[in-house]
C-alpha cells in the first residue's frame, strides 16, 4: 500500500495539517489499519523533499504550531500517474492459509479439522462485517471497504472448500490404492 | 422462547432425520435445532441435502425416519387440519423463484394470505400496502411479477412470507438467482423485518455472503449436519 500516494490523494482537495491527513485518512478507510502519526509526518518530509508537496505555511490556533501542507503540480502528475496504473493482480500466492495447508499435508497433520476452524472464523469475521455494513446510517465508505473485506473473505473460503474435498478425494484415492 | 417445565425446548427442531427419493438418501440423519428469533443459515454444497431438510423441517415432506418438534410437538403426530394451519398461519416460505401468483399484482400476491385468512378486501389491501413499503418496493404494487426485477419479486415474496406474522420463515436461496447488489437489499430487508417482529429464519444458501447474514450457521454434507470447527 503506497501511502504516499493516499497522502497526496488527501492533499488533492486542499492544504492540510499532518493531524487532520491521518484522521481523514482513517475516515476513508474505516475497515483499514490505522495510520501512526510518525509514518505520517515522516511520508509528509519525503514527499517534500522529492517535491511533490510543499509547506505552504503554519499555523497554531493558540495550541502547538502545526505545520500546513499542500499538493504540487509534479504531485497532481505524479497521483494521477499511480491511480490509473494497474495494481499487479497476485503476483505471488503467498498466503498463509494455503501455506498451513501445504506444510500440514507434507508433515502428516490434520488439514481437514484446521480448515473447519478456520472456515468458523472466516465466518465470523464476515457476520462481523455484515452488522457492521447493514448498521442503520452506515456511511459509503464503510459499506465499500467491508464488501471489499467480505468478498475476500469469500474467495478465501471458496477455495478452502474446494480443498476440503480435495483432500477427501485425495484420501480416498490413497487408501483404494 | 418455549418452555415445558424447566427444560428449554426449541422452536424447532429436526433429530435424526432420514429421507430418500428411490435410492438416493438426501437426508442420512440430520440433527438441527432453530430458537425462537434465531436466524440459522444452512450451507453446503449442492446435493448436500440442505433442501430436503428445509422440506422436513417446514412439514412439506414427511421424513422416513427422525422426528421434527415445533414448540415441543412433533408434526408428524399432528392432525393433518391442524398440521395445514401452521403451514398457513405459523410458517412462511420463500424459494428462490419466489413462486408469486404470475396473473396477480404485487399488492394482490402480498394481500392474498390475509384473504385467505378471513380479512376484507380493502383491509388486506392496506396492509399489503404496508408490507410492499417495508421492503421498498410499494411503488411496484400495481405491477405483475413478470414486469418486476428479480431483486424485487423477492422482496414482494418476503412481504407475502412475513404479513401473517409467521413464527419461522423458511428460505430456501431466497437470493439464488440475483447479482449481488439486489441479493443485499433482499438479505437487507429480510433480516431487519424478522429482527424487528422476532421471526426466526431456516435460511439455506450456498453463498457464504449470504449465510454472514445469520446469528449462526450449520454445515451439511452428505445429507448430515458436519461440525462447523471451533472458533478459538
Redesign the interface.
Given at each position: 500500500m503506497s501511502i504516499r500516494h493516499i497522502l497526496l490523494g488527501l492533499l488533492a482537495g486542499g492544504p492540510s495539517h499532518g493531524y487532520d491527513l491521518k484522521r481523514r485518512h482513517d475516515e476513508r478507510f474505516p475497515e483499514a489499519r490505522p495510520l501512526a502519526y510518525g509514518q505520517v509526518y515522516t511520508t509528509l518530509q519525503r514527499l517534500v523533499r522529492d517535491g511533490l508537496a510543499e509547506v505552504e505555511g503554519t499555523d497554531s490556533d493558540g495550541g502547538p504550531e502545526r505545520t500546513r501542507y499542500r499538493s504540487t503540480e509534479a504531485g497532481a502528475r505524479e497521483l494521477a500517474e499511480w491511480a490509473g496504473q494497474i495494481a499487479p493482480p497476485a503476483p505471488f500466492v503467498t498466503n498463509e492459509i494455503f501455506a498451513k495447508v501445504v506444510v500440514s499435508i507434507l508433515s502428516g497433520g490434520d488439514p481437514d479439522t484446521y480448515l473447519r476452524a478456520q472456515r468458523a472464523a472466516h465466518m465470523a469475521r464476515m457476520r462481523e462485517l455484515t452488522a457492521v455494513k447493514t448498521a442503520k446510517g452506515a456511511d459509503l465508505a464503510t459499506v465499500l471497504s467491508a464488501d471489499y473485506a467480505l468478498n475476500h473473505l469469500d474467495a478465501d473460503l471458496r477455495w478452502m472448500t474446494t480443498t476440503a474435498a480435495r483432500l477427501t478425494t485425495l484420501t480416498a484415492e490413497v487408501d483404494s490404492a | 422462547m418455549n418452555t415445558k417445565g424447566d427444560i428449554t425446548v426449541p422452536l424447532l427442531e429436526g433429530r435424526g432425520l432420514v429421507k430418500a427419493y428411490g435410492p438416493t438418501e438426501a437426508l442420512r440423519g440430520a440433527s438441527v435445532r432453530l430458537d425462537a428469533g434465531e436466524i440459522l443459515a444452512v450451507t453446503g454444497?449442492s446435493g448436500s441435502g440442505k433442501s430436503t431438510l428445509l422440506h422436513c423441517l417446514a412439514g412439506i415432506a414427511g421424513p422416513d425416519e427422525g422426528s421434527v418438534s415445533y414448540g415441543g410437538e412433533r408434526l408428524d403426530r399432528l392432525p393433518e387440519k391442524r398440521l395445514s394451519e401452521l403451514r398457513r398461519t405459523e410458517f412462511g416460505v420463500v424459494f428462490q423463484f419466489g413462486q408469486l401468483i404470475p396473473e396477480l399484482t404485487a399488492v394482490d400476491n402480498v394481500a392474498l394470505p390475509l384473504l385467505l385468512a378471513g380479512l376484507t378486501r380493502a383491509d388486506a389491501h392496506t396492509r399489503a400496502g404496508e408490507w410492499l413499503e417495508r421492503f421498498g418496493v410499494r411503488g411496484q404494487a400495481g405491477l405483475r411479477p413478470g414486469e418486476m426485477s428479480g431483486g424485487q419479486a423477492q422482496r414482494t415474496a418476503l412481504a407475502r412470507a412475513l404479513i401473517t406474522g409467521p413464527k419461522i420463515v423458511f428460505a430456501d436461496e431466497p437470493t439464488g438467482a440475483l447479482d449481488s447488489l439486489a441479493s443485499e437489499q433482499v438479505m437487507?430487508a429480510l433480516?431487519?423485518t424478522a429482527r424487528e417482529s422476532g421471526t426466526a429464519v431456516l435460511l439455506i444458501t450456498h453463498d457464504?455472503?449470504v449465510?454472514?447474514?445469520?446469528?449462526r450457521?450449520v454445515r451439511m454434507a452428505d445429507g448430515a449436519v458436519v461440525?462447523?470447527?471451533?472458533?478459538?
Open positions: - | 454444497t437487507t433480516v431487519h457464504a455472503q449465510a454472514a447474514y445469520a446469528d450457521e461440525p462447523v470447527g471451533v472458533t478459538a
